[in-house]
Every structure is written in structure tokens, then in C-alpha cells.
């Protein structure tokens, strides 16, 4: 089993800044991707970025030069650093990692950007 657990959500202004975090533990060896995601109410839940174990990145078009997703094997901890955030990215975020195949998701973190 892996868990993972999101922190560093919150309120932030337009324009402002935040770094989501995201710890993970258990059985963490031979984890492959790992992502974000995210969930704006009333809507379904879409990809915002994911890397590989070899550190290859993709991002959601809608965050593109924005958002940068990171990850610290020393530390098992998945980052994404959000800059230039706008009303739209208000949801929640998920954090998630794929293990032989198998998905794990963590709890989600809400990211609210509003004046």
C-alpha cells in the first residue's frame, strides 16, 4: 500500500503563489509517475501535471509555463509549485502515484483564488 498526503493549500490572490506538497509513505519502492490532479466543483477531475521516476515532465496545456511539478526521492515528497495562479485553478488537488499499474490517490487539498 502507499498513502500519500497533500499540504499547502489555502486562499491565495490572483496573481499570487503557492507550493502544494505531497508526502508519501508505505510501500514507496518502485513507485513510477507520480501526478497532480485537480477538481473544480461541478466539474470532473483533470490532469494538471505528472513525472516520472526519470523526472520527465507533461502539464495540462492550461498551466503551461505557470505551474512546475518536482519530486524529492530523498525526501518522498511530490511538489507543485504554482505561480500566476488565476480564479480558474480554484479546486481541489489531488495528488496521486502509480505502482505497478495501481493508482493511489491522497486526500486532496483545496486551492481557493479569489479576491
Known amino acids: 500500500q502507499v498513502q500519500l498526503v497533500e499540504s499547502g493549500g489555502g486562499l491565495v490572490q490572483p496573481g499570487g503563489s503557492l507550493r502544494l506538497s505531497c508526502a508519501v509513505s508505505?510501500?514507496?519502492?518502485?513507485?513510477?509517475?507520480m501526478g497532480w490532479y485537480r477538481q473544480a466543483p461541478g466539474k470532473g477531475r483533470e490532469l494538471v501535471a505528472i513525472?516520472?521516476?526519470?523526472?520527465?515532465?507533461n502539464y495540462a496545456d492550461t498551466v503551461k509555463g505557470r505551474f512546475t511539478i518536482s519530486r524529492d526521492n530523498a525526501k518522498n515528497t511530490v511538489y507543485l509549485q504554482m505561480n500566476s495562479l488565476k480564479p480558474e485553478d480554484t479546486a481541489v488537488y489531488y495528488c496521486?502515484?502509480?505502482?505497478?499499474?495501481?493508482?493511489?490517490w491522497g486526500q486532496g487539498t483545496q486551492v481557493t483564488v479569489s479576491s
Open positions: 496521486n502515484a502509480e505502482k505497478y499499474a495501481v493508482l493511489y
Open positions: 508505505g510501500s514507496i519502492f518502485n513507485i513510477d509517475t
Open positions: 513525472i516520472t521516476s526519470g523526472r520527465r515532465t
